[in-house]
């Protein structure tokens, strides 16, 4: 199969002003070093924060002196300095690829939660930010009281119901219909959250050494769902000056015809972890893609509920003409983590096939937690209202200790969701996250929502904690980078192995 190549124009888009190194005025810091070397260090920033995916090929020396307007002895300095320090890998006969060095490759997934459980005990507060979900809201219990006044109903039958009960898949296609997607009850099933209705899709979707087209960053659990079926993700960068408010729709387009993938697992309703919301046009544009490269795009509408500023655009699905795009959505955002229920949204046939696989792993979501679901659906509008009013608020509080204790740091804007997605001045994700415990904060480090270490210049810093807790989340972060090294804090310090 052939190699995925970043074209030249795209490469010096991302790069930007990669000749001299300016300050938040864009006042040049110190002189211009060597071009060979500021293009390489440029290129290693964007290898870092995932805009330049791994595995990927870089354009022809040739293309690349023409676009950036230099000699094709810079480029060649430049891609010979990279290669030296691991972030090129060169096989002969082919092109030059991206990787990263074996001094910064991290999987991302091992929970910051491992460490803490092997420290001494501490009299330090702990703020767990490795996570973004709230508590339940006050209904919850009303909630569960309406199931068990509802659950005799369902006591004389055997219980296991793989679809899930009419009630609430009347109440789902309601609420997808209100939305502007016509959908009926039979174009719902039941699952026990969104990630256990993805884990069914790719078990019947994706093949072995498939390719699964995902947004860049993504959802971590997602991912490795993907590779847990012996698929392989595909990352395509996501980033807010992008088109489609962030989504590259051109880059979606080509890695679908570069790798023949069939199937894609996008979060265009407050990605995870960014918050980005994609416009309506690009949803629009999404859906042709999917048809045009006959492929399968599952949108995950986890977060869907919690837009903060604006009104919502249609569903991508509203966009397609017919069972290209399959959607998923879980309670765990909108009302509680504790409430295993979710669904997919598909046309019927796909459904009988989920249930043949669904067999093998479960026999259906327990009743009473549906019939909850159903309580919690008929009051969404003012539980939802009262929390995305308190998100904000937490979300203000959260980008104001940022201003005031990590003034370097930039957070881009995030339309709703749960988090926002800090960038750093230097790529020390993994070590901050290291670190951070002993300051009272347990941290998810930027490579758990990439591929292949991916991100460490990012931290995702979730707005879910009470604002006293969120302050002094951040009090904490500040003293954790301020503790790393001056060498490894130094973001002008080029091409050091991290």
Wanted: glycine fraction near 8%; hydrophobic fraction near 45%.
């Amino acid at each position: 199969m052939a190699t995925r190549v970043i074209g030249a124009a795209g490469l010096a888009r991302d790069l930007g002003r990669w000749r001299n190194t300016a300050d938040e005025r864009g006042e040049v810091r110190r002189p211009a070093r060597p071009a060979y070397l500021a293009l390489a260090e440029g290129i290693r920033l964007l290898i870092h924060d995932g805009r330049a995916p791994l595995g990927v090929a870089l354009p022809s020396e040739r293309d690349l002196a023409g676009t950036l307007g230099v000699s094709r002895t810079t480029i060649t300095s430049t891609y010979t300095l990279l290669r030296e320090n691991g972030y090129l890998i060169s096989r002969q006969g082919s092109r030059s690829t991206v990787a990263l060095p074996p001094a910064v490759t991290h999987d991302g997934m091992k929970p910051t939660r491992g460490i803490m459980a092997t420290m001494p005990h501490t009299e330090v507060p702990t703020v767990d930010m490795t996570y973004a979900a709230m508590a339940a809201p006050a209904e919850m219990e009303e909630a569960y009281s309406f199931a068990l006044e509802g659950i005799p109903a369902y006591l004389g039958t055997h219980g296991m119901d793989p679809v899930g009960i009419v009630a609430l898949r009347e109440a789902l296609a309601r609420r997808y219909t209100e939305r502007g997607l016509p959908t009926e009850p039979d174009q719902i099933l039941v699952t026990l959250g969104a990630q256990h209705g993805l884990r069914l899709l790719l078990n019947v979707l994706a093949s072995p050494a498939a390719r699964v087209l995902i947004d860049h960053p993504s959802y971590p659990n997602a991912i490795e769902a993907i590779r847990d079926v012996g698929a392989r993700p595909i990352p395509v960068p996501v980033r807010p000056e992008l088109p489609a408010d962030g989504w590259d729709l051109d880059g979606i387009r080509s890695a679908a015809r570069q790798t023949a993938a069939t199937l894609a697992y996008l979060v265009p309703d407050f990605n995870n972890p960014t918050g980005l919301l994609m416009n309506s046009a690009g949803r629009a544009e999404l859906a042709a893609i999917a048809r045009e490269t006959r492929m399968t795009i599952v949108i995950d509408e986890s977060m869907v509920d919690l837009n903060l500023d604006g009104d919502m655009p249609l569903p991508v699905a509203a966009f397609a003409k017919g069972g290209e795009v399959i959607t998923i959505g879980s309670a765990s955002k909108s009302f509680w983590g504790g409430l295993r229920v979710g669904w997919i949204r598909t046309n019927q046939a796909l459904i009988t096939k989920l249930l043949g696989i669904r067999s093998t792993v479960d026999l259906g979501t327990p009743v009473m937690d549906q019939l909850a679901m159903v309580d919690l659906l008929s009051r969404a509008d003012d539980i939802l209202a009262r929390r995305r009013e308190q998100l904000r608020s937490q979300r203000a509080a959260l980008s104001a200790a940022i201003g005031e204790y990590l003034p370097q740091w930039q957070i881009a804007d995030c339309a709703g969701g749960m988090s926002v997605w800090a960038q750093m001045p230097a790529p020390v994700s993994t070590a901050l996250a290291a670190t951070a415990p002993n300051h009272g904060v347990l941290l998810a480090a930027g490579p758990r929502f990439g591929v292949q270490g991916a991100f460490e210049r990012f931290l995702r810093l979730p707005f879910t904690h009470h604002e006293h807790d969120l302050r002094l989340a951040v009090q904490g972060i500040a003293a954790a980078y301020d503790a790393l090294t001056p060498r490894a804090a130094d973001p002008l310090n080029p091409l050091i192995l991290y």
